[in-house]
């Protein structure tokens, strides 16, 4: 079942602006996880934020989360048309294997110039 | 990080065949993990095979229809068996973490596009 829900669903922006993307999830985790999918390809790994810190940044990237309310935030500050791709959020929890990352249904983010 | 290739790149079948599908990581790894993405939708977790156990599948999937092989700690192998068009999806191998010592972060192979037809 899935775990996350981002919102919004679809997004669009001009080039310069900020996206602002929000996942919510259930359950306890060890930590969430962004990911970038563009046009269908494979997922490319943004940021991760452990669950005992509540902000992070990475280049134009801010992830915050709040554990108390089972959200985080995704920033991406100045915005470029090649910004534009699908977001997933993705906890981490623990199963019978290991770890598994649960993916939320994503945002799609469109940046146009 | 780690460097994932995954092959066929896309394939078009025909309903009852099957196909089976190889990733292969450029360092050893520990756990790997095998996702489907249907049409305009999230991924979803198949399974995760460790080397030298069978591998461990998710609520919804079952051994027979996804079989998967882990010979060695660089490459796996998923087969999609008796495949219906309900199978097009993208089908993607993701690794934790490069050698032996996992880590949290997951990397992820280019994804084979399957449709059945």
């Known amino acids: 079942s899935q775990q996350g829900e981002e919102d919004p669903q679809a997004l669009s922006i001009q080039e310069g602006e900020n996206a602002t ?15 970038r999918q563009n046009s269908g ?18 280049g134009r990237l801010r992830v915050t989360l709040d554990t108390s309310k089972k959200s985080s935030s995704l920033l991406i500050t ?6 534009t791709a699908s977001y997933f959020c993705a906890t981490a929890i623990d199963n019978q294997a290991g ?5 939320g249904k994503g945002t799609t983010l469109s940046v146009s110039s | 990080s780690a460097v994932i290739s995954q092959k066929p790149s896309r394939d078009i ?3 009852g065949t099957s196909l089976t599908i190889q990733c292969q990581v450029d360092s050893q790894v520990t756990m790997m993990f095998w996702y489907r993405q249907q049409p305009g939708q999230s991924l979803t977790l198949i399974a995760t095979a460790n080397q030298g156990s069978e591998a461990t599948y998710e609520s919804g999937f079952v051994i ?11 490459f ?7 495949m219906s068009p309900e199978d097009s999806s993208i089908y993607l191998c993701s690794v934790e973490g490069t050698g032996t010592t996992s880590t949290d972060t997951q990397y992820f192979g280019p994804g084979t596009r399957l449709t059945v037809l």
């Open chain 1, 21 to 35: 993307m929000n996942c919510s999830y259930k359950t306890s985790i060890n930590n969430l996880q962004w990911y």
């Open chain 1, 41 to 58: 390809r494979g997922l490319v790994h943004l940021i991760l934020i452990r669950s005992n810190e509540r902000e992070k940044h990475s």
């Open chain 1, 78 to 83: 100045a915005s470029r048309a090649a910004d």
């Open chain 1, 99 to 103: 770890t598994a990352l649960i993916f």
């Open chain 2, 13 to 15: 079948c025909q309903r």
């Open chain 2, 64 to 74: 027979d229809k996804f079989p998967i092989s882990r010979p060695n700690l660089t």
């Open chain 2, 76 to 82: 796996s192998t998923l087969t999609v068996s008796n």
